[in-house]
T-cell receptor, first 116, second 112 residues
Framework: AQKITQTQPGMFVQEKEAVTLDCTYDTSDQSYGLFWYKQPSSGEMIFLIYQGSYDEQNATEGRYSLNFQKARKSANLVISASQLGDSAMYFCAMSRRTGANSKLTFGKGITLSVRP | ETGVTQSPTHLIKTRGQQVTLRCSSQSGHNTVSWYQQALGQGPQFIFQYYREEENGRGNFPPRFSGLQFPNYSSELNVNALELDDSALYLC???????????FGSGTRLTVV
């Protein structure tokens, strides 16, 4: 079984500063993927970044980077130069890389508020 | 390319009724998954369809059922609605059985 843990309470960050959102995971699979999604109040899940378990480099997508520490089973999201539009819920998720039932398992999410 | 579209966006039903939610997958995507997201929680996997066959199911009772059509669009049916079925229902699609998912904006179901 796969499990995602997000324990941070609501996070606050000043506009233009960087913020780290924590995520730890547990799985017995050797090949898996880690995802971060953003969910604004509209409800849509917006894909931010992906990290494969065998990827040697940490993933980056624009202002988003994923700090992947496999031995510690952590996949923290770093948002640089925060913007007001970054205020939303953020979910960490994982899945098996391929195959049937490669569903997404989500954490409970973290609320991020960006202050002007 | 168009993304994932879901309908309706909002719905109010009475306990005991039946409901059908619809999802059009992103062009080129042949795998569709459905998730239930209760208020303040992360989404929970309901089931997944690949090429019109169910190939994965979460811990949901049989009154949650689905279909995938030849054009890869999908339906989620819920019978005998209960108050706890009130949630945001998200549809997600992808190409094949690997890689990332694209989500729709969801259907917010309220059972009264």
């Amino acid at each position: 079984a796969q499990k995602i843990t997000q324990t941070q309470p609501g996070m606050f960050v000043q506009e233009k500063e960087a913020v780290t959102l924590d995520c730890t995971y547990d799985t017995s699979d050797q090949s898996y993927g880690l995802f971060w999604y953003k969910q604004p109040s509209s409800g849509e899940m917006i894909f931010l970044i992906y990290q494969g378990s065998y990827d040697e480099q940490n993933a980056t997508e624009g202002r988003y980077s994923l700090n992947f520490q496999k031995a510690r089973k952590s996949a923290n999201l770093v948002i640089s130069a925060s913007q007001l539009g970054d205020s939303a819920m953020y979910f960490c998720a994982m899945s098996r890389r391929t195959g049937a039932n490669s569903k997404l398992t989500f954490g409970k999410g973290i609320t991020l508020s960006v202050r002007p | 390319e168009t993304g994932v579209t879901q309908s309706p966006t909002h719905l109010i039903k009475t306990r005991g009724q039946q409901v059908t939610l619809r999802c059009s997958s992103q062009s080129g995507h042949n795998t569709v998954s459905w998730y239930q997201q209760a208020l303040g929680q992360g989404p929970q996997f309901i089931f997944q369809y690949y090429r019109e066959e169910e190939n994965g199911r979460g811990n949901f009772p049989p009154r949650f059922s689905g279909l995938q059509f030849p054009n890869y669009s999908s339906e989620l049916n819920v019978n005998a609605l209960e108050l706890d079925d009130s949630a945001l229902y998200l549809c997600a699609s992808r190409q094949g059985q690997g890689g990332g998912y694209t989500f729709g904006s969801g259907t917010r179901l309220t059972v009264v």
